[in-house]
Structure formats: structure tokens, C-alpha cells
């Protein structure tokens, strides 16, 4: 058997716990303590969002709180490529995949270089008005009108791929396969893929089924006659700082997310852990 290739061990990290989190503040104080035991140079925050510039010129980010605190800090790790680690105080997630419980036996082999990263694929998306973004879950388009159903149209260059007359359509990377594309009926992606999934939303077709898309592929959404504006959103936070103008493209991003996992990780045990699949 190989012996593991280690990486480089840490010399400088960010810890970034959210406050609103009860609890979540103390667990970033002792994960602060145990890296100066380590000889580890630590930034301690609590604030939410995270302080602008934070991650330049560290090793790496760990982050306490659930999925939603780890992608609030997405586009700072991606633009300054630090490798980010979750460590749960949420509910169901995916990307913070070590305890709190567990910290002294987890976290220091992480120092020492005995970690892995990988790189997910994101989302890349933009509208006509040519306002680009990056997402790591997914994009969801919906209906603009309460209790209304909206209705779109999908196409990839001139082909027409589907119109829809639904609540709406989560377009999803693999990482994202497990938050709103899996309960809105979509199928689980391995995180190594590189795919787009589109699942529509409560379609009013039953013969209306996700629909997975290689890399490469741009798909464009258009907004059909609705009678108001639907509501787009990336990882949970709108995805436009004003109101989008279709049609909006999106495809698999040449930027990836560098998650941080320890050596002993294994994606399909985490599945099993948090979907009871036994």
C-alpha cells in the first residue's frame, strides 16, 4: 500500500464562527487555543459575514456553523484560493463535515499536512445585461407571484430543450445536489461530476423530470408571461443586486471552491450518516 502524499501543514489559519449560532463562538475559541498549542497562527472572527479581506495570506479557513455560514464565505476563499473546512454547529449539512465533538482528534493531523482538497465545480451564471456570478449549491428561478405558477423556457444555444409552467427551477451543481435540488425531487450527484442538474419546482406536467447537462453546455432561461418578475437567487442570497433581465445563462463554471477534507473522509459514509440510507 502508497503511503498518503501530505500537504503542506499550516503555518497561518482563519477560524470564523457564527455568533448567531449559540455555542458556535466558545467552539471557535477552543479551535483558536488548540492551534497556537500547535504552533498555528490564528484569526479568531464572530463576526456574520465575515470581515472583507480576512482569508488573504492564509493557509486556511475553518468555519463553524452550518452550510449556510460556510458559503456565505464562497466568493473571499475562491478569489483568494484558501481551502476552507466546516465544522457542524447546524442542522442537515454537507459541506461541514467535521464535529465539534471530535476536534482534538480531527483538527490536528489537518495541521500537520495530513488533509486533502478537493475542488468543486460551481455554477457560473449571468444575465443579458452581462452581470456575472459564481454560485457553489445552485441557482433557483421562481415564480415572482404567490400561489401563481410561473412559466419559463429552457433552451441550450438555438435548441429548445423544455418549457415549464411550474413554481420554479433550481439549476444545481453536484455539491449542491444534496439542498434544494434533492428536495425538490432531483437526483444526488457525486461531487466530482461535472454537470449542471435542472429540476423544476412543483411542475404542473407530471411528465416534467430533472435533466442532467455536461460541462460546456450553456443553458438559457427565459422568462415567459408571467405577471410579475420572478425571483432569482445563488446559495440561499439574491442573485443580482437589481432585478435580473432575461435571459439568464448558466453552465458549469471554469472556477472551483476548494473544499478542505481530512484524509479518512469518505463521501458516501456521509451520505449514508445524513440521509439514514443505514
Aim: net charge negative; aromatic share 6%.
Amino acid at each position: 500500500m502508497n503511503n498518503p502524499t501530505f500537504m503542506k501543514p499550516f503555518k497561518r489559519i482563519a477560524i470564523v464562527s457564527n455568533a448567531t449560532k449559540p455555542g458556535a463562538a466558545q467552539v471557535g475559541a477552543q479551535l483558536k487555543d488548540m492551534a497556537v498549542d500547535h504552533g498555528v497562527e490564528a484569526t479568531l472572527s464572530t463576526e456574520f459575514p465575515a470581515p472583507s479581506g480576512l482569508l488573504r495570506g492564509m493557509d486556511a479557513c475553518f468555519v463553524i456553523g452550518g452550510d449556510g455560514t460556510l458559503l456565505n464565505l464562497m466568493e473571499e476563499a475562491v478569489s483568494n484560493d484558501v481551502p476552507v473546512a466546516g465544522i457542524r454547529h447546524g442542522q442537515l449539512g454537507f459541506l461541514a463535515t467535521l464535529s465539534p465533538e471530535e476536534m482534538k482528534e480531527q483538527i490536528p493531523p489537518l495541521f500537520r499536512g495530513e488533509y486533502k482538497i478537493r475542488r468543486r465545480s460551481m455554477l457560473s451564471f449571468q444575465d443579458s445585461e452581462g452581470t456575472s456570478r459564481i454560485a457553489l449549491n445552485d441557482l433557483v428561478v421562481k415564480s415572482g407571484s404567490n400561489g401563481r405558477l410561473a412559466r419559463f423556457s429552457v433552451s441550450v444555444g438555438e435548441e429548445p430543450v423544455a418549457d415549464y409552467a411550474c413554481d420554479g427551477i433550481v439549476f444545481s451543481t453536484p455539491t449542491g445536489s444534496t439542498a434544494y435540488n434533492l428536495a425538490a425531487g432531483g437526483p444526488i450527484a457525486h461531487p466530482d461530476a461535472q454537470v449542471v442538474l435542472m429540476t423544476p419546482i412543483s411542475a404542473h406536467t407530471l411528465t416534467s423530470r430533472p435533466v442532467v447537462f455536461p460541462s460546456g453546455i450553456s443553458l438559457e432561461i427565459n422568462c415567459l408571461d408571467n405577471l410579475n418578475p420572478p425571483l432569482v437567487s445563488s446559495d440561499g442570497q439574491e442573485a443580482f443586486p437589481h432585478s435580473p433581465v432575461f435571459p439568464v445563462e448558466v453552465s458549469v463554471s471554469a472556477t472551483t471552491f476548494p473544499l478542505l477534507e481530512g484524509m479518512d473522509h469518505s463521501h458516501f459514509r456521509l451520505l449514508r450518516h445524513k440521509l439514514k440510507w443505514g
